[in-house]
């Protein structure tokens, strides 16, 4: 017969579940709880530092009697010898949130995947909204254990700031992340899928661009009299001619630049297909002009602070604010403008042009065209655009679409 206050292996394994949780001591400090699903775990209460702890010691019978005690034992003597056993689980909980906690998966993510898939000015937005926004909530977590609930806190905090785009875009980053995570066989599930429709919709921001002829005459003039930097005044000028995602342009590099076949072939961001961008004589003569300045670097159009980065698509912005365009016209808005007047102009087909600004084309069978497809046509119609636009800079322009306090800059620099 076991002695007084300890339990045997046989009167574990007949403890019968009821309609609430019970606990069988086997004393000093151990005891087995039963729970009504028939589940047995053992527990041990401990002091420590006049504190009362309890420790799960393992589920019966895989932990036996015998282990249970032994398990305790070993507790007991780390108390003596000064060690926490709360602290010291914690602290290992710690470490291996480090190693595989979700600011690990993230990182993991970041380099491995999004940051060769994007330009770099798109990577380092979402690299600074993880770390901003994610990480100081989640990181520490391990990805298996990140709920819906939880991410959907972290996602009403951006949206309450008023930032309710961001926090779809920081959404789409975590669902991204997830599925890195599943595709490694960490994870089973994307928490992000149950929260579908939950946030609010996100405004929908149309970039501004002018379209009317004799107000985007003004314009062109505008920045043919702008006097900034080479640089930014290049970007500022090729920008209307090649009319691509402004990031995409900022990241052209010399080595993407084929002089003998007047075009650029380089990778669309958003869709992650190559792309040839037939280049005109104007579009040349601009590229010949930077090329002493930065042909020895990678950038056609380096930062201003650091020539190993791309120029920042806030200089071609401030170009145009300065202008007196704020609110009235953007880098991206030359997208609208070309597609606009290649199409209702100038009467091109909308497969050419929508081929030509990097969206998924596709034929009658639903084949989506590659890159190479139709490219005379569109080489002529590059040319066609450039001319188009020389042509407009000489319209006369309104006076209430002048930008700078009522004086048309390219009067003004012609007159100087």
Same mark, same amino acid.
């Given at each position: 017969m076991a002695t007084k206050n300890q339990l045997t292996a046989i009167e574990c394994?007949?403890?019968?579940?009821?309609?609430?949780?019970?606990? +069988?001591?086997?004393?000093?400090?151990?005891?087995?709880n039963v729970y009504p699903s028939g589940t047995k775990t053992w527990k041990?209460?401990?002091?420590?530092?006049?504190?009362?702890?309890?420790?799960?010691?393992?589920?019966?019978?895989?932990?036996?009697?015998?282990?249970?005690?032994?398990i305790l034992a070993n507790l007991r003597l780390k108390i003596a010898h000064g060690i926490n056993p709360a602290?010291?689980?914690?602290?290992?909980?710690?470490?291996?949130?480090?190693?595989?906690?979700f600011?690990?998966?993230?990182?993991?993510?970041?380099?491995?995947?999004?940051?060769?898939?994007?330009?770099?000015?798109?990577?380092?937005?979402?690299?600074?909204?993880?770390?901003?926004?994610?990480?100081?909530?989640?990181?520490k977590h391990?990805?298996?254990?990140?709920?819906?609930?939880?991410? +959907?806190?972290? +996602?009403?905090?951006?949206?309450?700031?008023?930032?309710?785009?961001?926090?779809?875009?920081?959404?789409?980053?975590?669902?991204l992340i997830f599925r890195y995570g599943i595709s490694l066989g960490r994870l089973e599930r994307d928490p992000t899928r149950d929260l579908t429709g939950i946030l609010p919709a996100a405004e929908v921001v149309h970039h501004p661009a002018i379209l009317d002829v004799s107000e985007l005459a003004g314009l062109l003039r505008a920045l043919d009299g702008y006097q900034g930097t080479p640089i930014v005044t290049a970007a500022a000028r090729l920008l209307?001619?090649?009319?691509?995602?402004?990031?995409?342009?900022?990241?052209?590099c010399w080595?993407?630049?084929?002089?003998?076949?007047?075009?650029?072939?380089?990778?669309?961001?958003?869709?992650?297909?190559?792309?040839?961008?037939?280049?005109?004589?104007?579009?040349?003569?601009?590229?010949?002009?930077?090329?002493?300045?930065?042909?020895?670097?990678?950038?056609?159009?380096?930062?201003?602070?650091a020539k190993d980065k791309p120029l920042s698509n806030t200089a071609i912005k401030g170009?145009?604010?300065?202008?007196?365009?704020?609110?009235?016209?953007?880098?991206?808005?030359?997208?609208?403008?070309?597609?606009?007047?290649?199409?209702?102009?100038?009467?091109?087909?909308?497969?050419?042009?929508?081929?030509?600004?990097?969206?998924?084309?596709?034929?009658a069978l639903g084949r989506a065209y590659n890159r190479t497809t139709f490219l005379d046509p569109r080489r002529e119609m590059m040319q066609a655009w450039a001319d188009w636009l020389d042509e407009v800079r000489l319209l006369p322009a309104p006076a209430s679409a002048s930008p700078v306090d009522g004086v048309d800059p390219w009067a003004q620099w012609t007159a100087d």
């Amino acid at each position: 017969m076991a002695t007084k206050n300890q339990l045997t292996a046989i009167e574990c394994d007949n403890a019968a579940p009821r309609e609430s949780r019970y606990a +069988l001591s086997d004393g000093n400090g151990l005891f087995l709880n039963v729970y009504p699903s028939g589940t047995k775990t053992w527990k041990a209460r401990l002091r420590v530092g006049g504190k009362l702890q309890e420790h799960t010691l393992g589920p019966f019978p895989e932990v036996s009697v015998k282990d249970a005690r032994l398990i305790l034992a070993n507790l007991r003597l780390k108390i003596a010898h000064g060690i926490n056993p709360a602290e010291e689980k914690q602290a290992a909980r710690n470490e291996a949130s480090g190693k595989n906690g979700f600011e690990a998966l993230a990182m993991d993510w970041f380099h491995a995947v999004h940051a060769t898939q994007v330009v770099p000015a798109h990577a380092d937005r979402n690299l600074s909204r993880l770390n901003k926004l994610v990480l100081p909530y989640l990181g520490k977590h391990r990805p298996e254990d990140i709920t819906p609930p939880m991410v +959907l806190e972290v +996602l009403r905090r951006i949206a309450a700031r008023g930032h309710v785009e961001t926090a779809h875009r920081v959404k789409s980053i975590l669902s991204l992340i997830f599925r890195y995570g599943i595709s490694l066989g960490r994870l089973e599930r994307d928490p992000t899928r149950d929260l579908t429709g939950i946030l609010p919709a996100a405004e929908v921001v149309h970039h501004p661009a002018i379209l009317d002829v004799s107000e985007l005459a003004g314009l062109l003039r505008a920045l043919d009299g702008y006097q900034g930097t080479p640089i930014v005044t290049a970007a500022a000028r090729l920008l209307p001619l090649i009319f691509c995602r402004p990031g995409e342009m900022l990241n052209m590099c010399w080595p993407d630049i084929d002089p003998a076949k007047t075009q650029w072939v380089w990778v669309s961001a958003k869709t992650r297909t190559q792309m040839i961008t037939p280049l005109s004589r104007q579009a040349m003569q601009i590229l010949a002009g930077l090329k002493p300045l930065t042909g020895e670097g990678r950038f056609v159009l380096p930062s201003l602070r650091a020539k190993d980065k791309p120029l920042s698509n806030t200089a071609i912005k401030g170009a145009l604010d300065s202008l007196g365009y704020r609110g009235r016209m953007t880098s991206h808005g030359w997208r609208a403008v070309a597609r606009t007047h290649l199409v209702e102009t100038m009467n091109y087909p909308v497969d050419i042009v929508e081929m030509q600004l990097g969206h998924s084309v596709r034929d009658a069978l639903g084949r989506a065209y590659n890159r190479t497809t139709f490219l005379d046509p569109r080489r002529e119609m590059m040319q066609a655009w450039a001319d188009w636009l020389d042509e407009v800079r000489l319209l006369p322009a309104p006076a209430s679409a002048s930008p700078v306090d009522g004086v048309d800059p390219w009067a003004q620099w012609t007159a100087d």
